[in-house]
Nanobody, 124 residues
Framework: QVQLVESGGGLVQPGDSLTLSCAASGRTISNNAMAWFRQAPGKEREFVAGINYRGGGTGYADSVKGRFTISRDNAKNMVYLQMNSLKSEDTAVYHC?????????????????WGQGTQVTVSS
């Protein structure tokens, strides 16, 4: 079983940038697609971004397209989420997740390992 630990969250102002990291341990994630999801208070956990096992294919929720970038470093067993032009509606707990299989999807049920999450708060 893989363990995932997110870091890099914090309190930022609208328009700021932040980079989240997800460190995997226990086994390699190089054969798995990875994704970031987020959950705001009182809302369902939603897909943010996904990346294929080799990093060649990525996908984003419409709400973050053009502002967020997902990447991975399989040699380091790490996944990242670069977030630019942050908005108040981006406030949420951000979780990384490992997918069964090598190609990302937007379906939460396709992901079988989750981190505890890191809080991102965007407020002036």
């Amino acid at each position: 079983q893989v363990q995932l630990v997110e870091s890099g969250g914090g309190l930022v102002q609208p328009g700021d940038s932040l980079t989240l990291s997800c460190a995997a341990s226990g086994r390699t994630i190089s054969n798995n697609a990875m994704a970031w999801f987020r959950q705001a208070p009182g809302k369902e956990r939603e897909f943010v971004a996904g990346i294929n096992y080799r990093g060649g294919g990525t996908g984003y929720a419409d709400s973050v397209k053009g502002r967020f970038t997902i990447s991975r470093d399989n040699a380091k067993n790490m996944v990242y989420l670069q977030m630019n032009s942050l908005k108040s509606e981006d406030t949420a707990v951000y979780h990384c997740a490992t997918k069964i299989g090598g190609y990302w999807s937007m379906r939460r049920g396709d992901y079988n390992s989750w981190g505890q999450g890191t809080q991102v708060t965007v407020s002036s």
